[in-house]
């Protein structure tokens, strides 16, 4: 009888948490799309464009254009394909190692105007620093 | 010596192997001397080790840019210091790092041994040598070498990534992987329990303190981790959910698990495969911890680069692994059963295993978030990730239950617990958390979570306060001592009980400062010399920060931007505050080092956003001193490090060796002192 | 040329250092020890160490008194099944088995003793033996017991 009251209560925390991580995914989930896939999407489906999506791409060379601190336009384009790109709009601090060519992950909504509206923007540093020398030396 | 050092490395993985043999079949065949030599091999691999830190350290002193990972992370201008640290810097380094520790650790476990618990060291020495082959194979063959060299010699290296130049970043990984290897010995005892098939509490006993050793260099590891984060990653934030800090956590949250539940062992001899299982799991997420890291097989903002390879070769023993510990443990099933059961939900171990099974909880959401990205490319073929809005959502209520439990779980007696007891010392901190949302209420706060986390903070140090003071007076009364010397006696003599509450105590802080969180304030601002930004801080404070100007200056490895600020609060000046961009030679992007003003209430965080006029700027033109700054008022961060202490300060007193924790006396009492004693 | 030297040394020394017991036969010892924790003295460790928390938990008012009699029962029965055994295997050790109930008076009293002993706080710091409550050195192990001082001052202060 003591027991079974101990065994309802872990049954009650298992299902409390699996209840918190159910409805925790339907508030926070977010589609982790390159540039490619983001376009394939926006074609077939147009409610992409009002959910959240992380992409994660190349900074286009040259592309950035900034007006002050807090207003940013750059754009993306995809690793593997340069054709694939869209441009993005930002509107808060850029991180410090944000520069032409690095690899970038963005985060916000791809709006039906075909700009993409930033919420975060995230610049990938790690490979720099495990850059190729063959690329140094060449 | 540089090559001296490779050749140790290479000299380490064939000295391991015959270690590996030999421990098992001596243990097998029960023969002493194999099992001697297989001993001496862990020394032996300890040894090598340091010589190939040692070579790779002086590679880095003597400027060798022929060796790759020399090249990567090190350079000219580069301070002494962190040519040293660049041991820990990149991947291949802190591979040889988390070999080198694993050893030392490894090596002090078999001294330890020599004369104790030898029916456990053959398989202790067998599986903490594997664990060794497995990382030195992984450095020699998965192309992460650190020797490795270049077809030619670069002049200069790249120097390091200026966000690792940072007093945090060059301890925070050394703790963490503190932790991480040191939690294999107690795993090494756990199999060594399975596989001799002595699976009472005594592998307990004897691992106990590694186990809070790890715990306590893994809470430091994740701080340090987070200090860095606050100070030097310049948004204002400490924690990100970023699969790699998620990936430190895991390992946390099932050691915190396994720390309690072995409590319940010793007590009541219940939850043996449990324990087994928990001491296995957490070794297991140490591993993942790792290897996340190195793997770039989640996309995370502070990963290495990526390797393919490496991940496979983990994945590989990482699976390997969890199928030999799996088998042990159904192996010896029927030895697992519990003496005992759960005589009543109202007890101490049935707190416990709540806390047990929310912090497994935890641990399954966190990795559930963190590898949803890779299950559901694997499954729906779309990646999609969560974001720090599923973490928080599931981990703040989770949070506050256990931060509950830290005050219930020392009220609740062992065994049973009567209703009318726990009435009466719960109604104190009861009405303690009622007065605190009271109070709070009225001085105008809002907000759920808030409002919860401080009641249970005034719930638990309540109860904890009313705990010290309940012993102290106990011991003051029957021992007839002042009530200082009874109260420092009291911690003295039960170590592990008082630490653990000092711990609580610093969990409950750290609570309060994670709470503080809600009341994040922030003011952008694009401003000229004797402009004003001002930020009112959720105190009802009004901050006036006046920017004096900008100056620049070079020193050989940066340039360096210093904007000063005048704060003044409520019209009373309390000095300057100055935040930096740097740009640093080998990198071409600013850096930006922020600005912190901390009292223990609020701190006042100010970056440096951007220069108006850069090459005005350079040349300190008193036309180009425009600059946007980032105001933050962050209410309570400090106490999360205030907290930090004193957790470190109660492990240290668990920790703490000789008589005291309960379990460590050796002396038997033979029938003759206990005649002469007792009669 | 000084490296080869170096790594050749370095490899024989570690080599000759790892393989020598395989040859020499020098072993390493695979059994318990005699003054280590045996299964029956751990048990023995842990139910007084239940036992204290039992004392500690009465005397802070968080068990009643009926349960604090019935758990001291319990715990000091399971104490003294594990002295009992410790006791055994002792004397299986020593091929000496003295009459069955003088061992029983002995741990009864050893029992008797460790609950006195944490009454009165004369349990030693150091070795963890049961003191009469007059000692004022560990029996055991010769350390200087404060208690009894400390009882003597309270005493004086008209407790």
């Not at chain 2, 999609?384 to 506050?400: D, E, K, Q, S, T």
């Given at each position: 009888m003591k027991n079974s009251r101990f065994y309802i209560g872990l049954v009650g925390v298992a299902m409390v948490v699996t209840f918190l991580i159910w409805t925790g995914f339907d508030k926070a989930m977010v589609y982790y799309l390159t540039p490619v896939e983001l376009m394939a999407k926006v074609a077939e489906d147009d409610t992409f464009h009002d959910i959240g999506v992380k992409v994660s791409g190349r900074v286009v060379e040259g592309s950035y254009e900034g007006a002050g601190a807090f207003e940013h336009y750059f754009s993306v384009m995809d690793l593997a394909r340069e054709d694939a790109s869209f441009r993005v709009e930002y509107r808060d601090i850029l991180p410090d190692t944000f520069s032409d060519e690095t690899e970038v992950v963005v985060e916000g909504r791809f709006r039906r105007d075909g700009v993409f509206e930033a919420t975060t923007v995230l610049t990938k540093c790690g490979s720099r620093y495990e850059a190729m020398p063959d690329e140094m030396a060449g | 010596m540089i090559l001296l050092g490779e050749f140790a490395l290479w000299v380490a993985l064939p000295v391991s192997i015959w270690g590996i043999v030999l421990a098992f079949v001596g243990g097998h065949r029960k023969r002493g001397d194999l099992v001697l030599s297989a001993e001496r091999s862990v020394y032996a691999v300890f040894f090598l080790l340091c010589l190939t830190s040692l070579g790779i350290i002086l590679a880095f002193l003597g400027e060798h840019y022929e060796y790759r990972y020399v090249w990567g992370y090190s350079s000219r201008e580069l301070e002494t210091y962190f040519k040293v640290t660049g041991l820990w810097a990149g991947q291949r380094g802190s591979l040889v790092f988390w070999v080198l520790l694993l050893t030392l650790f490894s090596s002090i476990a078999v001294f330890q041994n020599r004369r104790r618990n030898r029916e456990f060291m053959p398989s202790v020495v067998g599986v903490l040598l594997t664990i060794t082959a497995f990382f030195l194979g992984v450095l020699l063959f998965a192309d992460v070498n650190p020797f490795e060299r270049l077809p030619f010699t670069p002049a200069n290296g790249q120097g390091l990534n200026p966000q690792l130049q940072n007093y945090w970043m060059t301890i925070h990984p050394p703790t963490l992987y503190l932790g991480f290897t040191s939690f294999s010995v107690p795993f090494a005892f756990g199999i060594a329990a399975l596989v001799t098939g002595k699976t009472d509490s005594r592998w307990l006993v004897v691992t106990r303190r590694w186990t809070l050793l790890s715990w306590f260099f893994l809470t430091n590891g994740i701080i340090f981790g987070m200090r860095w984060a606050y100070e030097e990653l310049g948004w204002g934030g400490y924690w990100f959910w970023d699969p790699v800090e998620n990936a430190s956590l895991l390992p946390w949250l099932t050691a915190t698990a396994f720390l309690h539940s072995v409590m319940i062992q010793e007590h009541r001899g219940m939850l043996k495969m449990w324990n087994l299982s928990l001491v296995s799991l957490t070794f297991l997420l140490t591993i993942f911890a790792t290897f996340l890291t190195r793997s770039g097989l989640i996309e995370s903002v502070h990963s290495f680069a990526q390797n393919t390879r490496i991940a496979y070769i983990f994945l590989a023993f990482l699976g390997a692994a969890t199928f030999a510990c799996l088998l042990l443990i159904l192996w010896r099933k029927d030895d697992l059963r519990a003496e005992r059961t759960i005589e009543s939900f109202l007890s101490r171990e049935s707190a416990f295993?709540?806390?047990?099974?929310?912090?497994?909880?935890?641990?399954?959401?966190?990795?559930?978030?963190?590898?949803?990205?890779?299950?559901?490319?694997?499954?729906?073929?779309?990646?999609?990730?969560?974001?720090?809005?599923?973490?928080?959502?599931?981990?703040?209520?989770?949070?506050?239950?256990?931060?509950?439990?830290?005050?219930?779980?020392?009220?609740?007696?062992?065994?049973?617990?009567?209703?009318?007891?726990?009435?009466?010392?719960?109604?104190?901190?009861?009405?303690?958390?009622?007065?605190?949302?009271?109070?709070?209420?009225?001085?105008?706060?809002?907000?759920?979570?808030?409002?919860?986390?401080?009641?249970?903070?005034?719930?638990?140090?309540?109860?904890?306060?009313?705990?010290?003071?309940?012993?102290?007076?106990?011991?003051?009364?029957?021992?007839?001592?002042?009530?200082?010397?009874?109260?420092?006696?009291?911690?003295?003599?039960?170590?592990?009980?008082?630490?653990?509450?000092?711990?609580?105590?610093?969990?409950?802080?750290?609570?309060?400062?994670?709470?503080?969180?809600?009341?994040?304030?922030?003011?952008?601002?694009?401003?000229?010399?004797?402009?004003?930004?001002?930020?009112?801080?959720?105190y009802g404070h009004e901050y006036v920060l006046t920017y004096q100007g900008l100056s620049s200056s070079r020193t050989p490895n940066m340039w360096q931007w210093v904007a000063l600020m005048d704060v003044s609060r409520d019209g009373r000046r309390l000095g300057t505050i100055t935040a930096e961009q740097r740009i640093y030679s080998t990198a071409d992007q600013p850096i930006r080092e922020v600005g912190i003003r901390s009292t223990p209430l609020e701190d006042v965080y100010v970056i440096l956003a951007g220069v108006e006029d850069f090459e005005g700027a350079l040349r300190n033109e008193s036309s180009a001193q425009g600059a946007v700054f980032q105001v933050l008022v962050r209410p309570l961060v400090g106490w999360i490090w205030y907290g930090g202490l004193v957790i470190t300060l109660g492990s240290l007193i668990a920790l703490w060796p000789g008589a005291g924790g309960p379990a460590r006396r050796k002396v038997r009492a033979t029938p003759a002192s206990a005649r002469l004693a007792g009669v | 040329m000084m490296i080869l030297l170096g790594a050749v040394l370095v490899a024989a020394a570690v080599v000759l250092y790892v393989v020598q017991p395989v040859f020499s036969g020098e072993r390493a010892s695979l059994a318990s020890l005699d003054e280590e924790f045996t299964e029956a003295e751990a048990r023995r460790h842990l139910s007084l160490v239940a036992l204290r928390d039992v004392e500690y938990d009465f005397a802070t008012g968080k068990v009643d008194e009926r349960d604090y009699r019935r758990l001291r029962d319990e715990l000091g029965r399971e104490a003294l099944d594990a002295l009992r055994e410790v006791q055994r295997s002792r004397d299986q050790a020593e091929d000496a088995p003295p009459a069955k109930d003088a061992v029983a008076d002995d741990l009864e009293r050893e029992i008797a003793a460790y609950r006195a002993a944490l009454r009165s706080g004369t349990l030693c710091d150091r070795c963890g033996s049961a003191n009469v409550a007059e000692a004022l050195f560990c029996a055991t192990c010769g350390r200087q017991l404060e208690s009894e001082r400390g009882e003597e001052a309270a005493a004086a202060r008209g407790r």
């Open positions: - | 295993l709540m806390n047990n099974l929310i912090l497994l909880g935890s641990a399954f959401a966190v990795l559930w978030g963190t590898l949803f990205p890779l299950i559901s490319e694997g499954f729906a073929g779309t990646k999609v990730a969560v974001g720090p809005a599923f973490f928080n959502r599931v981990n703040i209520p989770i949070g506050l239950v256990l931060l509950a439990l830290t005050g219930i779980g020392p009220v609740i007696a062992w065994r049973r617990a009567t209703r009318r007891n726990l009435e009466r010392n719960f109604l104190p901190p009861l009405l303690m958390a009622a007065a605190v949302v009271a109070g709070l209420m009225i001085a105008g706060m809002r907000g759920f979570y808030a409002l919860a986390t401080f009641a249970i903070c005034g719930f638990v140090l309540t109860i904890l306060a009313t705990e010290f003071w309940k012993g102290t007076r106990a011991r003051a009364r029957i021992e007839g001592e002042g009530l200082g010397k009874a109260f420092l006696h009291l911690i003295a003599r039960n170590r592990r009980r008082w630490g653990g509450y000092i711990v609580h105590v610093g969990i409950v802080l750290m609570f309060a400062g994670f709470a503080g969180a809600s009341f994040h304030t922030e003011i952008d601002q694009s401003v000229e010399p004797g402009d004003q930004i001002r930020a009112a801080s959720p | -």
